[in-house]
């Protein structure tokens, strides 16, 4: 049974590559149509039934009546990865984090010597405090470090943070940082054809966090994080030469992140973090081409005024003035939408930020986001429901200006019934919510095209990390497309993610069959523009 199904998906690889190839990569809705037509009596019935329930699938998928999980399992699906894998010109990974993008078969071996060290008490204890008493002591094969290092699918942002604790806890020598990079480095190229990472990796570790208190930290330097890392990746490239790289250190936002043992303020911490990554180029001048930008990473919920922003300006300004580019993690999550928007508007003002990450802020459509929120919350009221303090839909609420009606809101809170009046002023208070909202998002994204600011996408990250939107269909992706921005495509931390960089490719064309043309993907994700250049390509990639 298993090879007829590896038999049927190799058909269908070379029937769709056939397809694109000769149709220049149009949508992905076309090109099924086209591959099920056939070109003569003797065409494969099995492979057309598999086009033929695919198709219905995608529909179904539109009116949600099958999940993105059902097609990704489908055998036109392995088709499509195929394809993927075997396109000629690798793929830029433009947002991948080190903690959560190596392997349980990598972490295990290296997890083990110190669990089973002399120090194990104190790992043990760590691991505890993130994961639950007991669970160290059980920790015994990969499969057990696997589903640590995952997140489940009732888990979200908070959790997602915590649990990369594992690979913290190995990465604390420069020789590790090397392996983990070789390591990381094999997987993606081989299993995924990415051929270019943009490493995001934490230049320093301290905190005055307790649960971020890792044994061995105090030993390492920043340049052995750095060294290390150039060194585990230029050893793959002397096997592939055409593979290439970039580091980006990254900096935690929130306020409580900085060595508070060495300095007083973060605004210290940070600057002597930049003059290490300054130091670091002026010694070792060979890392300049790929230790060349930054970026900053953490929950963002507390930090969107532009008091926030203050305390790294001084030291973005001084890494601008070197050469650096500054790219941010803005955008993910949020108090309230408008705040959301307005993080990123700072990030652009004061950081003078060259690329956006994540963004998804800009994505969500505030007629929409905010009319469910009217919807759903004059639904709760009618049957009693209390909305609690400090609640996401409780912030929102307090953000809204009321005027003079502020004894709805207090109505809403306190779950008292709203009479038919109050439902309407409730509405005429949204609407010009979302429509101040809706500015400001189009003020902040043309301004990011004007400046040439672009955006990286990472659509399993967003879905599975946040609740600004219930499916994969509500990415912004494609809106993002159609409104002229740069766009890159990223997988965060894939291996807690639980994805790929394919498989978000794969996301990304099921979510929008009808538009989103396969080459315009190929595209994004090459970082090719030469259209006629793609076309040759795919043309080769025939049997």
């Not at 999550?333 to 998804?360: F, M, P, R, S, Y």
Request: a neutral charge.
């Amino acid at each position: 049974m298993a090879r007829a199904q590896t038999n049927k998906i190799d058909l269908l690889t070379e029937h769709l590559i056939k397809i694109i190839s000769e149709t220049n990569g149009i949508t992905l809705t076309d090109t099924l149509e086209l591959a099920v037509m056939g070109e003569s009596k003797d065409d494969n019935a099995l492979v057309k039934k598999s086009l033929q329930e695919f198709k219905r699938l995608i529909n179904d998928f539109k009116t949600d009546e099958v999940e993105i999980k059902t097609l990704l399992n489908h055998p036109v699906a392995h088709a499509l990865f195929n394809f993927f894998k075997r396109f000629p010109k690798p793929y830029i990974e433009e947002h991948i984090h080190l903690t959560g993008s190596l392997s349980a078969e990598f972490i295990h071996p290296h997890l083990m010597k110190l669990l089973k060290g002399p120090n194990k008490q104190v790992y043990f204890d760590i691991i505890n405090k993130v994961y639950g008493e007991g669970t160290a002591e059980k920790i015994e094969t990969v499969e057990d470090v696997d589903n640590l290092v995952r997140l489940k699918e009732d888990e979200f942002f908070d959790r997602y943070l915590k649990i990369l604790l594992l690979p913290k806890l190995i990465l604390t020598t420069k020789e590790m940082h090397a392996e983990a990079a070789y390591h990381m480095a094999s997987e993606l190229y081989n299993k995924f054809n990415v051929g270019m990472i943009r490493l995001k990796f934490t230049l320093s570790r301290a905190t005055s966090a307790s649960d971020e208190q890792i044994p061995g930290l105090e030993n390492l330097k920043e340049e052995d994080v750095v060294l290390g890392l150039y060194d585990g990746y230029m050893r793959f490239k002397k096997e592939v030469p055409d593979f290439d790289f970039v580091l980006s250190p990254c900096f935690r936002k929130e306020a409580n992140f900085f060595d508070a043992s060495k300095f007083a303020t973060k605004k210290e911490h940070f600057l002597q973090q930049v003059d290490a990554i300054l130091d670091i180029i002026e010694k070792y001048p060979f890392l300049c081409p790929y230790l060349c930008e930054v970026d900053t990473v953490g929950s963002e919920k507390d930090l969107y005024r532009k008091g926030h922003f203050a305390e790294m300006q001084q030291g973005f300004r001084k890494l601008h003035f070197k050469g650096f580019s500054i790219r941010s993690h803005h955008g993910e999550t949020w108090h309230t939408l408008k705040k959301g928007v307005q993080a990123v508007d700072n990030a652009l003002n004061i950081w003078h930020i060259d690329t956006l990450e994540h963004g998804l802020s800009l994505g969500i459509n505030p007629n929409y986001y905010f009319h469910s929120l009217y919807r759903r919350l004059v639904i709760d009221n009618e049957r009693g429901g209390k909305i609690k303090e400090n609640s996401s839909d409780w912030k929102e609420l307090m953000d809204m200006d009321w005027r003079e009606h502020t004894n709805i809101r207090e109505k809403l809170f306190n779950g008292e019934p709203l009479n038919s009046n109050e439902k309407r002023e409730f509405v005429k208070v949204k609407f010009h919510t979302a429509r101040e909202v809706e500015h400001y998002q189009h003020d902040v994204l043309n301004r990011m095209i004007n400046k040439g600011v672009s955006l990286v996408a990472l659509p399993s990250s967003n879905n599975k990390l946040t609740n600004s939107f219930e499916d994969y269909k509500d990415h912004p992706f494609s809106w993002w497309e159609k409104k002229g921005l740069k766009l890159g495509v990223g997988t965060d931390n894939y291996v807690t993610l639980n994805t790929n960089y394919i498989q978000e490719l794969l996301i990304l064309l099921f979510t929008d069959p009808d538009n989103l043309k396969i080459t315009k993907l190929l595209m994004v994700a090459t970082g090719e523009t030469k259209r006629p250049y793609l076309s040759q390509l795919l043309w080769k990639m025939r049997g």
